[in-house]
């Protein structure tokens, strides 16, 4: 099992940024790839970026591309996602997953799931 604790989340102004974390605990969190997931109120859960458990190459939604970066501290078992340039469509909460193996987009390939801070960004 995998635990994932996600904190770092707000309410800030448009054209702000905010950085998200989620620490995990359990298994050799070095052995998974690493994703930031959000959904808006009425809306699917979304991708919006991975990391591999390497940290190379990471993956991102168009719609964040440029504006959020994703990292990882092994040592911390600690997935980031840095935001920046932050819209109100940005609003949602923000969840952490976890996987074995290679990146992916969709959301059903991720095991385990934090329960999620909410991001509000105001115009």
């Known amino acids: 099992q995998v635990q994932l604790v996600e904190s770092g989340g707000g309410l800030v102004q448009a054209g702000g940024s905010l950085r998200l974390s989620c620490a995990a605990s359990?298994?050799?969190?070095?052995?998974?790839?690493m994703a930031w997931f959000r959904q808006a109120l009425g809306k699917e859960r979304e991708f919006v970026a991975a990391i591999s458990w390497a940290g190379g190459s990471p993956i991102y939604a168009d719609s964040v591309k440029g504006r959020f970066t994703i990292s990882r501290d092994n040592a911390k078992n600690t997935v980031y996602l840095q935001m920046n340039s932050l819209e109100p469509e940005d609003t949602a909460v923000y969840f952490c997953?976890?996987?074995?193996?290679?990146?992916?987009?969709?959301?059903?390939?991720?095991?385990?799931w934090g329960q999620g801070t909410q991001v509000t960004v105001s115009s």
């Open positions: 359990g298994r050799t969190f070095s052995n998974f790839a």
């Open positions: 997953a976890a996987k074995f193996g290679p990146l992916m987009y969709s959301r059903t390939y991720y095991n385990y």
